[in-house]
């Protein structure tokens, strides 16, 4: 499905079937003036968090957490974060596991998100 949002952003949600590079493009039916715009995406398989160590974090201490998982993939936007407020880059290191060197803000719990494009 696609939307035009306003004049200038147009939504779209396409499905895919594999992983892999696509192009994605779009233009305009009746006003050919525009043009064709497109540009490449990568399409990651979802992945799973299995665990995560240490568990806990020293308040204001640097730590490096270990995320053991599935479906881990190289990518620049890879990163962690603590509670949605700290985002920290993530460390590749295999399908199955990924590192993030974390501070702890405030004290208490909180979740740490994994995500490989940054969102």
């Keep these: 499905p696609t939307a035009i949002v306003s004049p200038s952003l147009l939504v779209c949600m396409p499905s895919f079937t594999a992983a892999g590079e696509v192009f994605i493009s779009a233009k305009h039916k009746t ?26 974090v020293l308040q204001g201490a640097a730590s490096l957490v270990t995320v053991v998982g599935l479906g881990f993939v190289d990518s620049p936007r890879l990163s962690c ?3 949605k407020v700290y985002v ?19 004290g208490g719990r909180k ?9």
Excluded at 41 to 54: D, G, K, Q
Excluded at 88 to 106: D, K, N
Excluded at 111 to 119: A, I, K, T, Y
Aim: glycine letters at 10%; a negative charge; one cysteine or more.
């Design 31 to 56: 006003c050919s003036s525009l043009g064709q715009v497109g540009d490449w995406f990568r399409v990651v398989p979802a992945f799973s968090v299995l665990s995560i160590h240490p568990s806990q």
């Design 81 to 83: 974060s603590l509670g």
């Design 111 to 119: 979740p740490l998100e994994v995500s490989v494009d940054g969102q």
């Design 88 to 106: 920290w880059s993530g460390l590749f290191v295999t399908s199955s596991e990924m590192q993030c060197l974390v501070i702890a803000g405030q």
